[in-house]
């Protein structure tokens, strides 16, 4: 099982903060593949990925990223801070 | 080199004054604070998003990169999230170090990286509805100049 994070318009998108996914993917590409394929608003949310930014145990990281190993995935818009 | 996340105000003067004052390491500080803007006069507040957690990992890890590269002294990164109105302080920055082109170039870095950087995102309130802001390409523009003098 792996915590999956949802942010701003994602969170949106997807309708939920937060949620424990069970899955086989190895990658974050081989998790958005699942996840889109799940139902509509996954397929929305993930629609065009270069919108996106994903961090691996709280780290920014590319989507063809390893998640073995990893306790929790975050997918997000480009950040607004400052 | 200390680094806050919170919801609520902080005060500029108190801040700023307790990290300058009574230094005898540091000849420069420098503070930037960032405020809430409402150029058109349609904006009734802003909700500011963050992922606790990574928030602070992520601004400590800037922190300590702009420590190490201009040899600070000192540092401090305040950066508030939740509900902020038009004139409202989001954030300041302090650096101090021994001379100022140190204490100026680090600010500056630390802005630069904290704007697209740090997992904050931030959403506007207008009579009309509400919409999340987008990311400008300049800001993630700034961030190469400072890669390329690595």
């Given amino acids: 099982m792996i915590d999956v994070l949802y942010f701003a318009w994602v969170r949106e998108r997807i309708g939920i903060p937060k949620e424990q996914v069970s899955t086989n993917a190895t990658t974050v590409d081989e998790l958005v593949e699942e996840l889109k394929s799940r139902e509509e608003r996954y397929a929305l949310a993930f629609s065009d990925v270069s919108a996106l930014r994903v961090a691996v145990d709280q780290e920014l990281t590319e989507f063809s990223a390893s998640i073995e190993n990893a306790r929790e995935v975050a997918f997000f818009p480009p950040m607004t801070g400052g | ?150």
């Fill in chain 2, 1 to 150: 080199m200390a680094v806050r996340v919170q919801d609520e105000p902080f005060d500029f003067g108190v801040e700023a004054e307790a990290f300058a004052r009574g230094r005898t390491d540091a000849g420069a500080v420098v503070t930037f604070t960032g405020i809430v803007r409402d150029t058109d006069g349609t904006l009734d507040r802003m909700v500011i998003e963050h992922y606790p957690g990574m928030t602070e990992r992520a601004l400590q890890a800037i922190n300590d990169e702009a420590t190490e590269r201009w040899a600070l002294k000192d540092s401090l990164v305040i950066h508030r999230h939740g509900e902020l109105r038009p004139g409202d302080m989001i954030m300041m920055v302090a650096t101090a170090s021994a001379h100022r082109v140190n204490a100026f170039e680090a600010a500056e870095f630390l802005m630069d990286y904290l704007k697209s950087r740090a997992p904050f995102w931030k959403q506007e309130f207008t009579a009309d509805g509400s919409a999340w802001v987008a990311s400008k390409t300049e800001d993630e523009d700034a961030l190469t100049r400072w890669e390329k003098q690595k």
